[in-house]
């Protein structure tokens, strides 16, 4: 059985008291403990990251980008091995484990430009004989407190500009699958990072919190449910910490008539069901305008009973379990819930073959196939809250206005997505939903490496997204410097206020 520990000064190091039990979530068996950190744990690794810092800040660019460079290609190299871990322990399906690993290397790849992304401003001759000129310097030591639903991307969205732009980086990744943090720590140390420069606390609320009060601690990264988020926030910028705490979300696509329904129900299947639906970035309402919630319903119910479900390791799945059993048992619930609501439940998950055993609810492992969920209640609970699950609603609206007033009237605004042919109207919808990520016919619109993801409302507490330039700028602080080089022939005291001249 496995034991996953932490990593401070560039070594595994033994946990000394709690542990949390590691599941195979298409099993439901027990593979592992992971070791939970004492806040006399979280300062060590915060001492040797105080430690290591100065002489990284030091480094030169050229070196820092070359450590990166060489991280990158040992994370391609290792990128099958770091999908099984996934795997096993989350329980989505090796492709898409992959795919959680090459967006995560786009950062990467990102972080590898951080000569030019760190360039400065320069102004010759402000005043006489007087230059200004801005330079960006890291922060020290900043910290990442990850989810279970990408247990390397995310991370990968915080660490390789936050260590690129001269920081030392501490993880604390999700318990429930905390192996793929050390094996990229692994990686880092391979490459050539500094020992201290990345190191991984495995733990839960006493982790968090004491890196959330750490003194040494300069920032904090967070990805997880809004009000974890807004514990994050409230907690760090109370002990004058930087803050970008990315909450929960509701996704809405918006379907007018003109749509092309194949691509619309190609898009709402695979954006609703893939990674079991545990991803901020799920479609989970679909708000069909009249007159097209018929056919597409019936185009996405045929679509839903042609999908595979099995475990992650099986080829033939497309989509694996839920991560834990209490995860499972709460999004069934809303299955339940979506009836009684006056909701019409055309797909039940819970009857969803599962490759190698029974029904879903028969079988072992936390399994619930996909769900759909037709003339969902506008405003109820199953339309309103965050499932984070394979349950896909589908909301009936009379026009376009409805639908945006649905949208702009809840409480996320993360991501969401319209389905149009009409130009005009997919350019008022973007710019009329208060919404941070809008993808037109596009169902997922996770922006690449070199642009920033980040939500509205309570999808994000704090000023500043994640990775792209908005990135850059939240693991960097601005100096703007003036200088004077006087002529040797130039001199006398001036006691006269100074003017510029």
């Keep these: 059985m496995k034991n996953v520990t932490h990593w401070i000064n560039g070594a595994l190091v033994e946990g000394s008291g709690r542990t949390s039990e ?9 593979t592992g403990r992971v070791q939970l950190a004492s806040v006399e744990e979280v300062d060590a690794a915060v001492a040797a990251a105080v430690a290591a810092w100065p002489a990284w800040r030091d480094a030169s660019l050229v070196k820092r980008s070359q450590v990166l460079f060489r991280f990158r ?3 391609y190299a290792h990128r099958d091995e770091l999908a099984r871990l ?13 795919g959680e690993v090459a967006r995560g290397l786009e950062v ?19 005043s006489t004989r007087v ?15 990850t989810p279970f639903n990408f247990p390397a991307m995310v991370p990968m969205w915080m660490f390789p500009i936050a260590i690129a732009a001269g920081n030392a980086f501490i993880l604390k990744p999700s318990e429930k699958d905390p192996s793929a943090s050390l094996l990229m720590a692994s990686l880092w140390k391979e490459a050539g990072l500094p020992d201290g420069v990345f190191g991984v606390v495995q733990g839960d609320k006493t982790a968090v919190d004491r890196l959330l009060e750490h003194p040494h601690v ?16 409230e907690s ?10 990315l909450g929960g979300a509701k996704n809405h696509m918006l379907v007018l008539p003109d749509a092309d329904l194949d691509l619309v129900a190609d898009a709402a299947v695979s954006a609703g069901f893939g990674s079991a639906g545990e991803r901020c970035m799920a479609i989970s309402v679909v708000l069909a305008v009249d007159p097209v919630g018929d056919e597409l319903v019936d185009r996405i119910v045929s679509r839903v009973a042609e999908l595979t479900v099995g475990p992650g390791d099986d080829p033939a799945a497309q989509m694996g379990p839920l991560v834990t059993e209490a995860h499972r048992d709460k999004v069934a619930s809303y299955l339940e819930l979506g009836v009684a609501e006056g909701a019409k439940l055309v797909v039940d998950g819970r009857r969803t073959p599962v490759l190698g055993g029974g029904a879903a609810e028969e079988s072992p492992g936390f399994w619930l196939g996909p769900t759909v969920l037709d003339h969902v209640p506008a405003g109820s609970r199953v339309h309103t809250e965050e499932i984070f699950g394979p349950v896909l609603a589908i909301v009936r609206v009379s026009s376009y206005e409805e639908g945006l007033e649905l949208i702009n009237g809840g409480e996320f605004g993360n991501g969401t997505a319209v389905f149009t042919n009409d130009g005009g109207a997919a350019r008022r ?21 070199f642009y920033s993801f980040g939500g509205w409302k309570s999808s994000l507490f704090g000023d500043t997204h994640v990775h792209g330039s908005e990135g850059v700028h939240f693991y960097t602080r601005g100096k703007v410097v003036t200088s004077r080089w006087l002529d040797p022939s130039h001199g006398g005291v001036n006691l006269g206020f100074p003017t510029n001249g």
Excluded: W
Excluded at 22 to 30: L, Q, Y
Excluded at 131 to 145: E, F, H, K, M, T
Excluded at 218 to 233: D, E, K, L, N, W
Excluded at 435 to 447: A, D, L
């Design 22 to 30: 590691i599941f195979n979530p298409a099993t439901g068996e027990v």
């Design 73 to 75: 290609e040992l994370m």
């Design 86 to 98: 996934i795997s096993a322990e989350h329980g989505k399906v090796h492709s898409d484990a992959l």
């Design 108 to 126: 990467v790849e990102f972080a590898c430009g951080i000569p030019h992304l760190l360039k400065g401003g320069f102004s010759e001759g402000v």
């Design 131 to 145: 230059d200004s000129y801005s330079i960006r310097q890291p922060l020290g030591v900043v910290a990442g407190i």
């Design 218 to 233: 300069r920032a904090v990264s967070f990805v997880g449910s809004t009000p974890i988020a807004r514990h994050v926030y």
């Design 236 to 245: 760090a910028t109370r002990h004058g910490k930087r803050v970008q705490a």
């Design 429 to 449: 919808f973007q710019n009329e939903v208060e919404v941070g990520m809008v993808g037109i016919n596009v169902p997922i619109p996770v922006p690449m490496a």
